[in-house]
């Protein structure tokens, strides 16, 4: 079963925006990640926040996530073309394999 | 070094057959994750493998099965498919379970006719 849930589940910006997406999950955690994954492909990993952590900062990604809300929010700034992808959470189970959303697809116009 | 790679990447299958998906983690790799993903549903985690022994198992049928070999390689079976298992097959190697990140495959798209 999935254990994360992406909101929205799609976004349409233009080059230059900040794009904010949201993750809720259920369960206790030790770290939550963000992957993407463009059409069709395989997925990468992108940044990993753990449980004890607030805020986390990987060149123009933005990562926050609240333990007490069960919520985490990637941010992408300055968003280009080719951002344009699925953007996946994932949290650890407590048999620690990986959970993951239904994605939000992200589509940023030139 | 190489990423994991996942063979066939492309496959088309009529209902009531069977199909063998394989994947080869990155080297020093041990365990081995598979992924079933649907536009309906998402990414839902199948099994995952380590030290040639299943780890944990997803919520699908008996028909769903995989194995790990000792050089850490791994296949996944399903056996008398049908329309529904359409989907992208996504493979995910880490160093020991729980390491955390995954490295993904490209999958193996398999359509059933």
């Known amino acids: 079963s999935q254990q994360g849930e992406e909101d929205p589940q799609a976004l349409s910006i233009q080059e230059g925006e900040n794009a904010t997406m949201n993750c809720s999950y259920k369960t206790s955690i030790n770290n939550l990640q963000w992957y993407r994954q463009n059409s069709g492909r395989g997925l990468v990993h992108l940044i990993l926040i753990r449980s004890n952590e607030r805020e986390k900062h990987s060149g123009r990604l933005r990562v926050t996530l609240d333990t007490s809300k069960k919520s985490s929010s990637l941010l992408i700034t300055a968003s280009r073309a080719a951002d344009t992808a699925s953007y996946f959470c994932a949290t650890d189970s407590n048999n620690n394999d990986m959970r993951f959303g239904a994605g939000t697809r992200l589509t940023v116009k030139p | 070094k190489a990423g994991v790679t996942q063979t066939p990447r492309y496959l088309i299958k009529t209902r009531g057959q069977q199909v063998t998906l394989s994947c080869s983690p990155i080297?020093?790799?041990?365990?081995v994750s598979w992924y079933q993903q649907t536009p309906g549903q998402g990414l839902q985690f199948l099994f995952e493998?380590?030290?040639?022994?299943?780890?944990n198992k997803g919520n699908f049928p008996g028909r769903f099965s995989g194995r790990q070999f000792s050089n850490s390689r791994s296949e996944m079976n399903v056996s008398t498919l049908e329309l529904g298992d359409s989907a992208l097959y996504l493979c995910a190697s880490s160093l020991v379970p729980g390491a955390n990140v995954l490295t993904f495959g490209a999958g193996s798209r398999l359509t059933v006719l």
């Open positions: 080297s020093g790799h041990r365990s």
């Open positions: 493998y380590f030290s040639e022994t299943q780890r």
